[in-house]
């Protein structure tokens, strides 16, 4: 009898604990999906930078699914790009106009802090000579020493969109 006791008092505090975690979940997903929307404009912001100031109104919502929109710029497109680096998958988000990467933010990636921080700095250094870059011209640049996998699957991911820039996008 103890042992139907025991399972049955078990059997309780699981499911006590399953609504409590139903219930966290339940209260927690709107703010939640609020915060990854904040995230996914202020990501956006960063990588449009002042060189074009857009009303939140028409920017769009990247958090909401898609991978290509028309931006209210002449000829400015907006790209999200998912590829696999050496740690595991990673996000880009890019502005291309007239087939030429204008900007790059890695918005997501796994990989190896201290080798792939480069990454983290979309303004300098290595990722910084890949703006007005085609497909072409960026098939030519070195990949980075010490993060070749990386580098490699980021510009492969960038050469494939560039290459296909009559892609439709949203409007």
Not at 7 to 34: F, S, Y
Not at 109 to 133: C, K, S, V, Y
Not at 137 to 143: K, R, S
Request: net charge negative; hydrophobic share 40%.
């Amino acid at each position: 009898m103890s042992d139907l006791l025991a399972a049955t008092r078990l059997l309780l505090i699981a499911a006590v604990c399953a609504a409590l975690l139903g219930l966290t979940h339940w209260l927690t997903a709107p703010r939640i999906a609020d915060n990854q929307s904040q995230k996914s404009r202020d990501d956006l912001r960063l990588l449009l930078g002042t060189e074009h100031s857009f009303s939140t109104e028409e920017l769009p919502d990247v958090s909401a699914g898609g991978d290509c929109w028309y931006l209210p710029a002449p000829g400015l497109y907006l790209h999200r790009m998912q590829t696999t680096g050496y740690g595991g998958p990673m996000t880009l988000l890019a502005t291309l106009a007239d087939g030429r990467l204008e900007r790059l933010r890695v918005t997501a990636h796994q990989e190896t802090p201290g080798i792939a921080d480069f990454l983290n700095r979309p303004d300098t250094g290595w990722m910084a000579r890949l703006r007005g870059q085609d497909h072409q011209q960026l098939g030519a640049i070195d990949t980075v020493s010490g993060a070749t996998i990386t580098s490699r699957a980021l510009l492969n991911a960038i050469i494939n969109r560039t290459a296909g820039a009559e892609m439709e996008c949203r409007r």
